[in-house]
């Protein structure tokens, strides 16, 4: 199977769940580069393999002016870096203490000139939590915590939250039978344990309907040199016979599927 729009928050899985894509399906199984691990090796994982991802624009507005009085406006740039410095710290203090979660800014826009207070600034930022519960309750309570930290800015402001994609969960019996396939056709020593991710992903949406199990699939060459490269790195690479490798997974895996290592 084959979907678009997996970057994009919520997901294009929700798409192919809309248009019957998994009606009728017993079990799922995806597969994601891994570019920490070598190409050969398989990282597997029970239970949650991934974190709940968000994203949230927050606009701020003012009434502009001349940076050589911003006393007698609002100086929409410092209560924007105010919000970037102190809305992560807002949220966490709003949690139970032993809460996960990251609130990291990735783009602020605003003004065009040193000399000129602007009347609008966005900010855009991803948060994550590895945890159902608090992804839960992360919408309303944003939205508090920025009402809370202008409400004497003089600036005005508006939330626009989207509810991203929840934790991928692997089913345990999904994941024994990926493993059983990965011994049988690569051997017990491509069998690589995984941490849960801060990352996020829409196949999630799939794992909430069928049980099914996300697998790492290790892409980096192991003769390369240089450090083991994060994904979206600058110089991210692919040793291409983790294609073939990934195509052998999924074939050996369906085959364990129907020669009698059904998960029920």
Same mark, same amino acid.
């Given at each position: 199977?084959?979907?678009?729009?997996?970057?994009?928050?919520?997901?294009?899985?929700?798409?192919?769940?809309?248009?019957?894509?998994?009606?009728?399906?017993?079990?799922?199984?995806?597969?994601?580069?891994?570019?920490?691990?070598?190409?050969?090796?398989?990282?597997?994982?029970?239970?949650?393999?991934?974190?709940?991802?968000?994203?949230?624009?927050?606009?701020?507005?003012?009434?502009?002016?001349?940076?050589?009085?911003?006393?007698?406006?609002?100086?929409?740039?410092?209560?924007?870096?105010?919000?970037?410095?102190?809305?992560?710290?807002?949220?966490?203090?709003?949690?139970?203490?032993?809460?996960?979660?990251?609130?990291?800014?990735?783009?602020?826009?605003?003004?065009?000139?040193?000399?000129?207070?602007?009347?609008?600034?966005?900010?855009?930022?991803?948060?994550?939590?590895?945890?159902?519960?608090?992804?839960? =309750?992360?919408?309303?309570?944003?939205?508090?915590? !920025?009402?809370? #930290?202008? %409400?004497?800015?003089? $600036?005005? /402001? @508006?939330?626009?939250?989207?509810?991203?994609?929840?934790?991928?969960?692997?089913?345990?019996?999904?994941?024994?039978?990926?493993?059983?396939?990965?011994?049988?056709?690569?051997?017990?020593?491509?069998?690589?344990?995984?941490?849960?991710?801060?990352?996020?992903?829409?196949?999630?949406?799939?794992?909430?309907?069928?049980?099914?199990?996300?697998?790492?699939?290790?892409?980096?060459?192991?003769?390369?040199?240089?450090?083991?490269?994060?994904?979206?790195?600058?110089?991210?690479? =692919?040793?291409?016979?983790?294609?073939?490798?990934? !195509?052998?997974? #999924?074939? %050996?895996?369906?085959? $364990?599927? /129907? @020669?009698?290592?059904?998960?029920?």
């Amino acid at each position: 199977m084959f979907q678009p729009a997996e970057e994009r928050v919520p997901g294009g899985a929700l798409d192919v769940i809309r248009d019957h894509g998994i009606d009728g399906v017993d079990a799922i199984v995806g597969i994601h580069c891994e570019p920490k691990l070598d190409a050969g090796m398989i990282g597997l994982k029970s239970g949650s393999i991934s974190s709940a991802a968000d994203m949230v624009c927050i606009t701020l507005t003012g009434p502009g002016g001349h940076t050589a009085r911003p006393e007698l406006t609002v100086d929409l740039l410092t209560i924007a870096a105010q919000v970037i410095t102190e809305l992560p710290r807002r949220v966490q203090a709003a949690l139970p203490a032993d809460a996960e979660i990251k609130i990291i800014f990735g783009a602020m826009h605003g003004g065009d000139a040193a000399n000129v207070i602007p009347t609008r600034c966005e900010l855009r930022a991803s948060i994550r939590t590895p945890t159902l519960e608090v992804w839960n =309750v992360l919408p309303a309570l944003v939205e508090e915590c !920025v009402a809370g #930290l202008l %409400a004497e800015s003089g $600036a005005g /402001f @508006e939330v626009d939250y989207t509810h991203g994609v929840p934790p991928v969960a692997n089913d345990a019996a999904v994941t024994d039978l990926v493993a059983r396939a990965v011994a049988e056709e690569f051997g017990a020593d491509a069998i690589a344990p995984v941490q849960q991710s801060w990352g996020g992903d829409d196949f999630a949406w799939f794992t909430r309907e069928v049980p099914g199990s996300y697998v790492r699939l290790g892409v980096r060459n192991a003769e390369a040199d240089g450090p083991r490269l994060d994904l979206h790195a600058g110089r991210f690479d =692919v040793d291409e016979r983790a294609i073939d490798l990934g !195509v052998r997974l #999924l074939v %050996a895996t369906t085959k $364990a599927y /129907f @020669e009698g290592g059904k998960t029920s």
